[in-house]
Each structure stands twice: as structure tokens, then as C-alpha cells.
């Protein structure tokens, strides 16, 4: 390139850097812990079955649906989840009492015990990932996630 081309591209741009934007980073972030945790979690968990996993442990029985919002993935990827976990035998699917339509999915005693030994490989896993801050900054860029989900 030219010298002062890429100025001239740039102000084409609108002054548009692709590294200057948040997606940008979020992804490159979102790569790295993937990364981490994939290197780190047991039983080959996924981030979304470890999501359903943990949120199960913590509730019991969910609908298809709930466990789908509580873990913020739409009806078509939490569907494919509890699939996924049905095959492998850490869930349950049970007809609702109260609506025969719906499912109630359960962790069982083998997804209870992925859980139990994924718990600390979890903590571990962001850990290594906000690894570069100080404590301070932390828990400012958590508080800043949340506000921005």
C-alpha cells in the first residue's frame, strides 16, 4: 500500500476500524474461552450442555422451554441439547403431571455426577479466562456484561 492509502481507505470507511469495535473483541474473547473450556471441561461437556447441566442441578425438573430461557438459547438449539444429554444419559424426559404435552426434563444421578466433578473445572476455566485482570476488574467487566445482555 501507498503511503497515506490507508488513510484514504479508512476515512471511506467512516472511520470504521474493525479492531476499535466490541463485537470484534467479544468474538475474539468468546474464541478464547471456548478454547479454555473445551481444553478444561469433563465428559466433553459442551458450553451449552454444561449450561443445561448446571441449571438443572440448581432447579430440578424444567420444562423444555424454561431450561431454554433460563439458559438464554432459543427453543430449536435447547432442543437439540436435551437431545444430546438424553443420548448420553445425563437427562431425563418425563411427561408433565399438569400438561401432557409438555416434557419435564431431569438431571440424572449420571448428569448429577458430571456436575458434581464439572463444577470445579468450571470455576477453573474462568479463572484462566479473565486470568489478565485484578480482581477489581473482574467483577467490572462481569457488571458490564450483565448490562449489556
Same mark, same amino acid.
Given at each position: 500500500?501507498?503511503?497515506?492509502?490507508?488513510?484514504?481507505?479508512?476515512?471511506?470507511?467512516?472511520?470504521?476500524?474493525?479492531?476499535?469495535?466490541?463485537?470484534?473483541?467479544?468474538?475474539?474473547?468468546?474464541?478464547?474461552?471456548?478454547?479454555?473450556?473445551?481444553?478444561?471441561?469433563?465428559?466433553?461437556?459442551?458450553?451449552?450442555?454444561? *449450561? &443445561? #447441566? /448446571?441449571?438443572? =442441578? !440448581?432447579?430440578?425438573?424444567?420444562?423444555?422451554?424454561?431450561?431454554? %430461557?433460563?439458559?438464554?438459547?432459543?427453543?430449536?438449539?435447547?432442543?437439540?441439547?436435551?437431545?444430546?444429554?438424553?443420548?448420553?444419559?445425563?437427562?431425563?424426559?418425563?411427561?408433565?403431571?399438569?400438561?401432557?404435552?409438555?416434557?419435564?426434563?431431569?438431571?440424572?444421578?449420571?448428569?448429577?455426577?458430571?456436575?458434581?466433578?464439572?463444577?470445579? *473445572? &468450571? #470455576? /477453573?476455566?474462568? =479463572? !484462566?479466562?479473565?486470568?489478565?485482570?485484578?480482581?477489581?476488574?473482574? %467483577?467490572?467487566?462481569?457488571?458490564?456484561?450483565?448490562?449489556?445482555?
Amino acid at each position: 500500500m501507498m503511503p497515506g492509502e490507508a488513510a484514504e481507505r479508512l476515512s471511506a470507511l467512516g472511520g470504521y476500524r474493525l479492531e476499535d469495535q466490541v463485537g470484534f473483541h467479544l468474538r475474539r474473547t468468546g474464541q478464547r474461552h471456548a478454547a479454555i473450556f473445551a481444553e478444561r471441561m469433563v465428559e466433553g461437556l459442551t458450553p451449552t450442555q454444561w *449450561a &443445561a #447441566l /448446571a441449571k438443572l =442441578a !440448581e432447579f430440578g425438573a424444567l420444562s423444555q422451554n424454561l431450561l431454554g %430461557r433460563e439458559t438464554a438459547m432459543d427453543a430449536a438449539t435447547i432442543k437439540g441439547v436435551v437431545d444430546r444429554l438424553l443420548k448420553r444419559g445425563f437427562v431425563t424426559a418425563t411427561p408433565d403431571p399438569g400438561d401432557a404435552r409438555r416434557m419435564l426434563i431431569s438431571i440424572s444421578a449420571q448428569g448429577l455426577a458430571a456436575v458434581e466433578q464439572g463444577a470445579a *473445572a &468450571a #470455576l /477453573a476455566i474462568t =479463572a !484462566e479466562t479473565l486470568k489478565p485482570l485484578n480482581t477489581a476488574e473482574r %467483577r467490572l467487566l462481569l457488571d458490564l456484561l450483565r448490562r449489556l445482555a
